[in-house]
Every structure is written in C-alpha cells, then in structure tokens.
C-alpha cells in the first residue's frame, strides 16, 4: 500500500530503528488524530524492518483497561521469557526489569498502539523503559491520538518525564490537496471538494473514494454503515460481533460466538470493512468499529455482550482477562458476574500498582450492587475509599468511606466502625480540616479502645501520633506512637511498626533530634522491604519534607526524585504531588522560579487535587508573582489562605503569610503588613522547621518599620541579617543556595553590594524590589545603576516574555500545542513549558480563559 506524503516520515523512522539497533535505543512519539495513519506509518516500517525482532502491543478501548495489555499481546505472539511472569501477576518491578533484559538482548522494535487508552501499568512501563533506553537495541514506538491528550491527561505527563536526549516526535499531518487529489487520481475519482470535505485525513480520503462522493452522506459513520448494509445477513452479524469486541476479535472467539461460515468473513474483508491480523479479525480502523458498535440497537448489543462474556467465561485463562470480561458482563447486564468478577479484577490491578484501574472496577461493582447485603456495600465502599486515597481523589475517598461507616454502624460492627472513623481522621486531614480530623482520630480511638486490642487500635494510635506530628506538638507525638510501636510489635504487625516509626522519627525530627532520622530511615527500609506502598511513599515525603525546609536542596531533590519515581511507579497520586508540590517550593526558594511556577501551574490544572497539595502549589505560585510584582498575586494568595486557616498548622499557614506580607511591604502598604501577620496569632511555632518560617515573618515586619525581635534559635541566616552582618548573612544565604535572600541581604550593604543585590534582583525578574533599589541608588547619587527590565517584558501587564507573546498569540488562532511547536520549529514538549508558563502568569487554567485573559491584556491573535 503506497503512502501518500510520508516518506519523509518513514525514512526518518527507519533511520532511528537502524541506530536503534546498533545499541543507541531511542523511543518515538507518533502523534495525530483518528485516521490520519499512525498505524499505517507504523506497520510500514514493520515491513522494512529487515532482520530486526517485532513486539506490537496496544491499548484497548475498554471501560476499564486491561493493566499491561501490550505486553500481554506480545507474550502471546511471541515466545518470550517475561511471558510465565504475567501469567504469575509477578511484581511490577521484577516484571519490568525482564522486559528490559531481554531488549537488551536483541535488537527490536517495539510498538504500543493507541498508547491514550494506556492503564497506569502501562504507562509505567513506558516510563520505565523510556529513561532506560540507552544502550538499548531497541526502537520504543508509542501511537497516540494527540487530540485526546489533554494538559491533564496521564500520557502528557509521562512524555515531559522521558529523557529529551533519547525520545523523538513525529507529528503525522494531515494530508495536503495535492496528495488528495494524487489518491483521486490513482482511484480514477474526481478530486473536486475532496480535501474541503476530509481536511486531509486520509481514512475519510479513502472511505471516500472508495464508495464515491456523489449522494454519499459526509459523516464516516454513513459511510461505514452504507458499507455495512451491502452485506449478506451472515456477514452483517460477523461485523456487528466484531464490534463490540474493542481492538479486534480473536478467531476462536469468533468461532466460539458465531461459528460463521468463511464465505461471511470474506465478504467482511473483500468488503474492506475488516482486515485479517494474525488469528483475529480487525476494523481497518476504529472509528468503523465505533460507528457499527453504536448502530446495534440496545438488545442486540446486550445479546452479543452476553454471548462473548459466556465464551469467555470458558476459555483457558491465557486467551482472556478480567479486565475484558468485567467489560462484557457490564455492557450485558449481567449483575452477577460484574460483582463476581469487577472485585477480583480490581484486586489485579492494585496488585499490579494500577490503582485508578482499581477504583474503577470498584465503583463498576458498586453500581451494581444496590440490592446487595449492607456488609457486601461496605466491604466495597472501604476498598474503593483507599483506591481513591492513594491516587489523590480524597473527595471520592471521604464520600466512600463516610456510606461505609454509616453501613458498619447499622450493622453493629463496632471494630469496622472504629477503623471506617480512623479513615476518616486521615481524609479529613488531607483535605485540610485539621480540627475535623482530631476529633474523628480521638472517636475512634474511643471506640476501639472498648473493644480488644487488635491493629486496628494500633493504628489509630498511629494515627493520633501523626495528627500531633503535624501539628508540631512532639511530646505527645512521641508518646501515643510508641504505644502504636509496642501494640504493633505484640501484633507482629511490620506494617504499623512502619506507620508508627514514620511518625516517631519525624516529630523528632521536627523538634531537631537527628536520632529521629534513623527511626524515619527504618520506616522508609521497612516499607520498601515488605512493599508498603502507602507507608514508603509517606517515608519518602517526609525525609524530602525535612530537607525542603531546612534549605538542604541537594539531597532534597534527590530524595523527592526518587519518591516521585517510587510514586508514579504505582498510582499512588496523592505522595507524588505531595512530593511535586514541595519540589516546586525547593525551586522557588533556589530562584528557578519559572520551574517552580511551571510545576505549580501543572498541579493546580490536576484533577481532584488534594487541599493540602492545593495550598502548597497556590503558595508557590502567589510567591513567584509576589516577588516579579506579576497581576493577580493575591487572589491566588486569598485561595490558599482560605484553604490554609482550617490547618491550623504554620506549615501551611505561615508561608502564605509571610507571602502575603511581603506583598504588602512591596506596594508600601505597611499597616497592611502587620494587620496580615496577625492571622498567626496562636499557632505554635516551636520546631526547627517553624523556626524558618517565623523568621522570614519577622524579617518582613522589620522590612516594614515595625519594630519586630527576632524569634529565639532563629536560623544562622537571619540572625546575622538582623545583627547587621549583611556581608556575613549573604554568604549563608549564598551557600545555601537562596540567591533572592542573599541579594536581600546585600542590599543593605554599601553601595557596591547594592549593585550586586541588584543584578541578582534584575536576573531573577523581582522586578518590584529591583525598581525600588535602584530608585535608592541614584537618589543616593550612585553611578552605573543599571536600566531595568526590558521594554519588551515591560509592554505586557503580566511579564510575558517575547516567545510567551508568541505562543499566546497563536495559542489564540486556534492552534493546538503540536501545530505552535511546528509553526515555531519548536519541540512540542517546549511548548507544553511554554503554555503552562503563561497559564500561570496569567492565572488561567483552560485555553478559553487564556484567550479571554490575553485580550483584557491587549495580545491579539496573528490573524
């Protein structure tokens, strides 16, 4: 089959599977929408592959996707080592690692197919391989639909995370009218209108001429069905059970449904509505499948879902899954077997660390089981409440649970009803209601504490010691966890003792005790050791926590790299933002502020982002904007305050405090300074790590006229700023790598550290303290003050760059990512940056209301 305008395509492909095998593995991202020839460019260079090995995958289109199911392909059509460890639902990383062994071992080309429909498990693997790729004899092709890759979309993430040395784009376009006119001619068809009615896509190109534009109706779902109404009934019913099958149907399955006869397939195929792959039958392309799928009327689609779940049900477990068959009992109806099976498929998935496939099979059963015993729906609810959790969706989490308890209480099962009321302590927390959550952590200890003690009381032992922890409070954190530590060990619960050591070790740490930071280390050992998944990932956050705050970045970002790896390896969304958010404050604090505010623009666009990850990312994001004297500063600052009071916890509180007051001090409103710290008023600040805090509020109210002493133990730092050794004072910031607080500190130096304070202030864009500087400077009568920001930075109210300009200009045409990055000649991934940068900016969290925000700014689009 000739492609049309794709040879540029090819060849470049081909060039990168020959380096590929030579030992310099890379990963290609072909890119473009439904029909516009990703798999035909794809099967092309199968065909010119020569002696290179083939592994294809692909993603199904399934209610809830099969975890791994490109793998799962693979092993079956190829004899391949990895196969027996899928078969024993192996874990993910001793998986992962034989994959990749055995790529090493041969040169190959590995293609996942529609990699937008990937579960969490798959995308790990992408992930995995993708940063593993080099000296790899392996060419990773990943398929997707790029107009179904939203900002938000798991896929988006996984490509800015791959190596940019090792992976490549190929945006397929769409065809030109002169390749639409050079396929008409080749069918003998006029091409007149042609390109007009199919904007280039070649599958509408060839539906198309292949049935004739004249009187034809325009949609492809006409077109497939006018095709499909040209078939005998026996051929009629082989398309129609083929599908609702996603992806293809196997031959046995189709012999074990409907047995047709060979003339009806090949009526199929001669009719090009289907093509033969090997052992199974495919639509040439899924948008056919859909439009025959949604033509069954609903009894006819329950019927054939029925039959295929039947033959399933009976078929060796190697030719099925219980993804695929969850997806059939739903769409037939079929109560049972969806409460059968959607449970034990989404234990699979937590097995295998796919924990949104997890909750969607949970939440499948639980449609189904209105008319279940209450025990039954509570059993369900707890499951589905902690698949939530772990993947940050603590809403569904608190609703979930809080039905539970209310089931468990009904039920008179006090022990369930102290854990469901534990579960709740926790939620309540991570959705930022620190005084709702005590009060939940102290019922259920009540509760528990009447019946036998079991771990369900060590836990919420474990649970109130965290809550003080939290809270700074590090005698009473101690004390009630080591009762959890001792219950635990009595138990011979590993778990809790790895719950209860995180707690210990951290509110040591907290207090300054570093022999808190073995204990912490332990919990982290543990955890891993034992595959704690939720207790490691807390691990990781506090370690990283404590080197966040006390401005130890290096083995801060190395901690909180490894977390989020960890994290992301196994859905466990909540810690991997929790970790993100704090890396962004990391940034900040290290003057990368367009990273940090990148970052934090990308957590904020997050779906069911957690409060307390909310507050973190709002926080960094109003300091950057604070600090550049970028508009809208504080309505961003009013949210986190907002959600930062019902903490109760300087942790979260104080940091957009001092934000808030340093905003205040910059547009010379110091009464407005002191009237913001006031909000601190009762909150404890005793730690080391509060210690920080309350010297930055202190060094903004001095900054502000008001007469302020520093707090006891402060930081090194600021004791020497307030002693008057700025000199001294810029050297500790200096080291620690805070190059906004080292220019602080030089500016109230003679005048030659001034202009030193001044250039830092002027590369890092604090352009309101910068200002305000250098006004002082040459009021003092200082020579070579420096101009200031650029007129071109200057021209936008919301300090845009010029390429920023650009790209939200464009971004106004229209234009998609992909189509600015090959307008610009520009990356896609750069592009990503770009418009996460000027969506933070701008304060905006969708295109519309960047289009809205540009024109209120006086940026039009270039047409």
Known sequence: MHLFERDSLLDALERLLREAAGGSGRAVLVGGEAGI?????????????????????????????????PLHDIARANAVR??????????????????????????????????????EATLDLLRFLGRRLDGVPCLLLVTYRDDEVTAQHPLRRLMGELPASRV????????????????ARSALRSPEGLHALTRGNPFFVSELLQHGTAGVPQGVQDLVLARLARLDPQAQQVAQLASIVPRRIDDWLMQAVLAPPLEAIEACLDAGLLVAQRDALAFRHELARVAVEKSLSDVRAQRLHAQVLAALEHAEPSRTSLAWRVHHAERAHDRDAVLRLAPEAALEARRRGAHREAAAHLRTALDHATQEPDRVRAELLDRLSYESYLTDRI??????????????????????????????????????????????????????EALPPGRELAMAYSNRAQLHMLQGETADAVAIGTRALELATQLGDREIQAHALNNIGTARLDAGDEAGRAQLERSLALSLEHDFEEHAARAYVNLAFDAVMLMRFAPAHELMEQGIAYCDARDLDAWARYLAAYQASAWFAAGQWDRAAE????????????????IVALTVLGQVRVRRGDPDALRVLDEALELALPTRSLLRVGPVVAARAEAARLRGDHAACAGEVAVLAGLRAQSQYRRWIMAEVAYQLRCAGIATPLPDESP????????????????AWRALGCPYEEARALAEGDAQARLAAVAIFERLGANPIAASLRRDLRDAGVRGVPRGQRASTQANPHALTEREVEVLRLLCDGLRNAQIAARLSRSVRTVDHHVAAIFAKLGVSSRTEAMAAAVAAGIHPQK
């Open 82 to 119: 990895f196969g027996p460890l899928l078969a024993q639902d192996a874990g993910r990383a001793r998986l992962f690692e034989a994959v990749l062994a055995e790529l090493q071992a041969t040169p190959t080309l590995f293609v996942v197919e529609d990699a937008h429909w990937a579960d």
């Open 716 to 731: 090194a730092p600021y004791a020497l700023q307030f002693a008057g050794q700025w000199h001294e004072a810029a050297a």
């Open 599 to 614: 970052q934090a623009g990308r957590l904020l666009q997050a779906p069911a982002l957690a409060t307390i990850n909310r």
């Open 168 to 183: 490549a784009r190929v945006q397929v376009p769409s065809l030109s009218p002169d390749a639409v006119a050079a396929m």
């Open 37 to 69: 020839g990703k798999t035909s460019l794809a099967t092309a260079l199968r065909d010119r592959r020569g002696a290179t090995a083939l592994w294809w995958g692909a993603c199904d289109a399934l209610q809830t996707p099969h975890p791994l199911a």
């Open 395 to 448: 809403g569904d989490a608190l609703a979930a649970r809080t039905a539970a308890r209310a089931l468990w209480q009904h039920l008179g099962d006090r022990l369930k009803e102290g854990d469901a009321i534990r579960w709740l302590s926790r939620l309540s927390w991570y959705d930022g209601r620190t005084a709702i959550a005590e009060t939940h952590a102290d019922e259920a200890i009540a509760v528990l």
